[in-house]
């Protein structure tokens, strides 16, 4: 049966690192459980910058699912399209505003009854200057993916906000097969045509089509 | 770069199917976007069997992504293991029960706060004799994942209530690459483990281990 060559999958606990195997140029990674460990009274357990929604220090750092999460992510170069039911992690927010500084082509595509929550992140992008779009159906737009240059898929159960990250047991899936990213690739720009404000079409004209 | 060798991944929407690539037996399968195509005004569409909330068939037929789950649950041999945010689709918990009363093991983890909801399938299959474990804290247990005779992962973004499968956008991958499967199969057997009912620790004992 046709398998992966190169493959590194690994569970990641906030401040715990269970790599199951590793060869070569990580092509294929399980980030996950996120924050499992803390489930289990780990108050107090220190060294895990990422998961303390109040650290002063801008971008988490050590070896945490968020950090690595971050990591991939800061790795972009020329583009990061991000399709994200609901976005309020502070620490993922300034992740994206620095590679729209950088000059790295950011869009988001959002669930239009999520972005205007408490503690969303998506206004202060748009403020930044970030393209935003947002469904226009009654319906949740909620997958949870990002794509790097085109290349690199990050999928999975983690909404990106800090609930999910410091409590929730969640999964992230980063693939870099070509089938998959185009596949997910594909959907995104269908999505960001579908939600270009030019298309709205609020009395469904598109009925009959 | 490796990749794999048999691959067939597909954007399949409620009743429309367009297939990315396909080669011998699918390893792969991309099910997704559920119900994209409900979003633009296809009310009064036909041949949807699966999509029909009051269907009255017991199983979704056609080639609907809800039906082509249906047929990866039931192709299940010896064994199902299920981790599921909520659970309220009435289709799907009929193929898990049809799948049981086969004599399948099935065993499932799910969210104790989303678990006695209205409309959850959770009292329903723990009736029918299925083992059913719960987390024990206020975060969510957020994954929507199963496997398939300890050799089909299927995950994603989608969780298993109508609303999801009628409404969203939503992807959902079917993945049989051992070393995928692996990561998700130790992920369950830890949290089937550590959600033991003999294992409760409601005073946190653990926290200094």
């Known amino acids: ?16 690192l269970a790599v199951a195997a590793c060869g070569g ?8 459980p996120f924050a499992a460990l803390l489930h289990r009274g780990a108050a107090g357990r220190g060294g895990e910058p990422g998961c303390r929604p109040a650290c002063p220090c801008p971008l988490p750092s050590g070896d945490t699912a968020l950090s690595r999460l971050v ?28 590679l729209h500084r950088r000059g790295v082509r ?3 595509v959002t669930d239009a009854q999520y972005m205007g929550l408490h503690g969303s992140q998506i206004g202060r992008l748009r403020h930044a200057g970030i393209q935003v779009r947002h469904d226009q159906h009654s319906g949740y737009m ?6 790097v240059d085109q ?3 990050i999928t999975g159960s983690l909404n990106w906000t800090s609930q999910a990250i410091q409590s929730n047991r969640e999964n992230v899936l980063v693939v870099e097969d070509a ?6 690739q594909d959907e995104f720009e269908r999505i960001w045509e579908e939600y270009n404000p030019a298309n709205y079409s609020f009395f469904s004209q598109r009925q009959n089509e």
Do not use: M, N
């Open 106 to 108: 950011v869009r988001l």
């Open 151 to 153: 290349r690199t898929l």
């Open 25 to 32: 140029p990580a092509l294929r990674e399980v980030l996950s």
């Open 142 to 147: 909620h997958h949870k993916f990002a794509i």
């Open 1 to 16: 049966e046709g398998r992966a060559a190169a493959l590194a999958a690994g569970w990641l606990c906030c401040g715990a």
């Open 71 to 98: 990591r991939r992510l800061l790795s972009a170069r020329r583009s990061l399209d991000l399709c994200l039911f609901c976005f309020s992690c502070p620490q993922l927010g300034r992740a994206v505003q620095l």
């Open 179 to 184: 089938e998959y990213v185009k596949a997910f």
